[in-house]
């Protein structure tokens, strides 16, 4: 902590903050606007299905996702199971496949032409669709499993980790007070677990709430669709601020709802842990739990991958041409740019915070880490007003000087999505910035400071190289939230922009997946660095 720093710090950290709120203080204008009754007419018709079908999503993701997650994060954290450690760190690779495209592979298999449907009118020598049942995979209900087979992974990792750090003298006085292992689990091993499940519960939520390509590919009305399709529909962007709004306010109350279990989480966390819980033999059920664990990663990673990658085998000479390494190139440099920016500013914000003797210089990292909140297609609408605002403001300008105006220098160029993606991505560079600085004794900073060092030269000199862990990881999660990101780059690229997710998408639109599918393997082999690298921290802390 730095007595008498320089007001231009606390001013640069603000001044940090205020961009990266620019997008919400925008919607929130824009909301107020008038609409030209437009939002009404929502009100009366269709906007209470857009809303029942966003919670039950929600609801149902969220159900779904516990169900998958909590009986394997017992299994790999308790249990002696074969391959318990490839599960460990396997179940966590759906992450890296767009829900969209896992929707597109299981209704290429389940739909009435798909091979399964074939299978089952085979057998029961069906010839229309009226002659026998099955489930529509087009549904609400068809997207909710979709989305829970790329989410579970959230409440998986912080549910084994839970299971993992309980502590032993707990369930140790369970058994000697005569409790089975069945009611150790059900009576503490769960209730203890239960800050943890919940707040995984909450980032599923979030991400659902947030989704716009599944429920958009499946036909399904939700609060995203209708912002998407009140925009470039009906032209009203008051309208689809206001929908906005409605995102907004759930997924505010989910992340204070987040962050009230995690408090509670470390409240218990603060219990002594008096040694490695024993592992439990459950006998022949061993090989059940692992056909369990087994059949979750096929059915969420493995059979989609797979048959992903047979698709880019067979249409190869289709995908590989001039085009797609321009469309990879965009994404490379687009994702690396947001990577290096949202990185560079979570620096600042923080260095700014750990310095400084003011409370207040601790906010703008908070603030700057808002961002995260908003979803694809309401940020998207958040970036526009400004960004408008500020191309229209320069052209003005030069007009005034009676100069040639540079055009849409923002919102007509990348520009637009380089600022979309380090408002939302911000958050993660901040939050796993922050975890590594924590670790840093504040007496590196004293001794720095006696030794006649300012604020720059502790900063290079000692905080930096102490920090290669923690920038090395924020920058490739970045990078591959980046790669991913789609809403807000359907809406914000520029004409004649294409990167790798909105090429997959505009094939997984047009139900041609098949010449799509070399560009979806590359998004899903990138987003696996990451992955692997989490996992081999969290073995290494463990």
């Known amino acids: 902590m730095v007595v008498g720093l320089p007001k231009r710090w606390s001013f640069l950290g603000f001044f940090i903050a205020f961009l990266l709120l620019t997008p919400l ?21 269709v906007l209470p299905t857009y809303v029942a079908n966003t919670a039950l999503l929600m ?44 929707a597109y592979v299981y209704t290429d298999l389940l739909d009435y032409p798909g091979p399964v449907q074939r299978f089952v009118r085979g057998l029961l020598d ?20 979709m989305l829970a087979l790329v989410l579970f992974p959230y409440v998986f990792l912080l549910a084994r980790t839970a299971f993992m750090e309980q ?76 929908l906005s709004m409605i995102i907004l306010v759930a997924v505010f109350l989910l992340i204070y709802l987040e962050r009230f279990a995690r408090r509670r989480q470390q409240l218990f966390q603060r219990q002594a842990l008096t ?8 006998g022949p059920w061993r090989w059940l739990g692992a056909a369990y664990c087994g059949a979750l990663l096929f059915a969420s990673f493995l059979l989609p991958l797979g048959i992903l990658i047979g698709y880019a085998i067979d249409y190869f000479d289709v995908s590989w041409q001039s085009a797609f390494w321009q ?77 040639d105006g540079p055009g849409l220098l923002f919102t007509g160029s990348s520009a637009a999505l380089v600022f979309a993606f380090c408002v939302r991505f911000a958050a993660i560079a901040i939050g796993g910035i922050e975890n590594s600085w924590r670790r840093l004794s504040p007496s590196l900073d004293m001794a720095a400071l006696s030794m006649g060092k300012g604020p720059v030269a502790l900063f290079f000199k000692v905080h930096l190289p102490l920090l290669r862990t923690g920038i090395l990881a924020s920058l490739l999660l970045v990078f591959i939230e980046a790669m991913k990101e789609l809403p807000a780059a359907l809406l914000l690229r520029p004409i004649g922009f294409e990167n790798l997710a909105t090429h997959v998408f505009e094939f997984v639109s047009d139900e041609r997946l098949e010449q799509g599918a070399l560009a979806a393997v590359v998004i899903v082999l990138v987003g696996l660095i990451p992955l692997i690298f989490l996992n081999r921290s969290l073995e290494k802390e463990g």
């Open 275 to 282: 040694g490695q819980i024993p592992r439990l033999h459950i």
């Open 327 to 403: 469309y990879s190139w965009n994404s490379f440099s687009l994702s690396a740019l947001t990577a290096l920016l949202c990185v560079v500013l979570a620096l600042v914000l923080l260095f700014v915070g750990r310095i400084s003797p003011r409370p207040q210089d601790g906010w703008p990292a908070r603030l700057g880490a808002t961002g995260y909140a908003l979803p694809g297609t309401v940020l998207a609408i958040g970036v526009l007003g400004p960004l408008t605002w500020l191309d229209f403001g320069i052209n003005d300008l030069c007009a005034w000087l009676g100069l």
């Open 126 to 145: 069906a010839t229309g669709p009226g002659d026998y049942y099955f489930p529509e995979i087009r549904s609400l209900g068809g997207a909710t499993v």
């Open 25 to 45: 203080l925008a919607l929130l204008v824009t909301a107020a606007l008038p609409d030209g009754e437009v939002f009404s007419h929502l009100l009366e018709t």
């Open 167 to 242: 502590s032993l003298s707990l369930l140790q006085a369970s058994r000697i007070m005569g409790a089975s292992e069945k009611a150790s689990f059900w009576r503490l091993a769960l209730p203890m677990a239960r800050p943890a499940i919940a707040a995984g519960v909450a980032l599923v939520a979030m991400e659902t709430a947030a989704d716009f390509a599944t429920v958009s590919y499946f036909a399904v009305p939700t609060l995203t669709t209708a912002v998407y399709d009140t925009w470039l529909g009906y032209g009203s962007l008051a309208s689809a601020s206001k």
């Open 59 to 102: 609801l149902g993701v969220s159900l779904l996702s516990v169900l998958f997650a909590v009986p394997a994060a017992w299994l790999v954290a308790r249990c002696e199971l074969p391959a318990r450690q490839f599960f460990q760190w396997s179940l966590l690779l759906p992450l890296a496949m767009p829900g969209y495209v896992v």
